[in-house]
């Protein structure tokens, strides 16, 4: 347990801060070089780390070539491109928005918007196809 001050935005707060795994260091230090800790009788057992989410059924969608891959999981603000459209590299595709802040999907290579997969106001989730380009 570690004692600290620190100061936000001009105030002061005094915190007291775990250290996990800091009984495991104290046990691996050889005798004499130090103070050691013994760990406290009334210590909880050490909690499993926790599963992986599964993954949800957007993100489970194959991929084919040419497919714009969503870069993060977010919300649709617009699709800025219409089926036909030619497109080059660097292209404004589509404006996500997560976490109150907006990303720009760019064009990877240029091509034609071959198919739109999502539309404005669709939840998206990281690597879900957004659209394809032939």
């Known amino acids: 347990m570690k004692h600290l001050r620190i ?3 001009g105030k002061t707060y005094e915190v007291d801060v775990e250290i996990l795994g800091e ?3 104290a046990a ?3 005798a004499g070089s130090g103070a050691t800790r013994s760990r406290p009788a009334s ?3 050490p909690m499993a780390a926790p599963s992986a989410p599964a993954p949800s059924a957007a993100a489970a969608v194959a991929s084919a070539p040419g497919d714009v891959p969503s870069p993060l999981s977010g919300k649709v603000v617009s699709v800025d491109v219409k089926v036909g459209d030619a497109v ?3 292209s404004q595709l589509i404006t996500l928005e997560a976490m109150k802040m907006n990303t720009i ?5 240029g091509g034609s918007v071959s198919a739109i997969h999502v539309a404005a106001g669709d939840s998206v989730e990281e690597g879900q196809p ?3 380009l032939a």
């Open 23 to 25: 009984e495991m260091e």
């Open 28 to 30: 691996k230090r050889p």
């Open 130 to 132: 957004l659209l394809s």
């Open 7 to 9: 100061t936000i935005e």
């Open 105 to 109: 999907v760019s064009a990877p290579t």
């Open 88 to 90: 080059t590299e660097g």
């Open 43 to 45: 210590a909880a057992a």
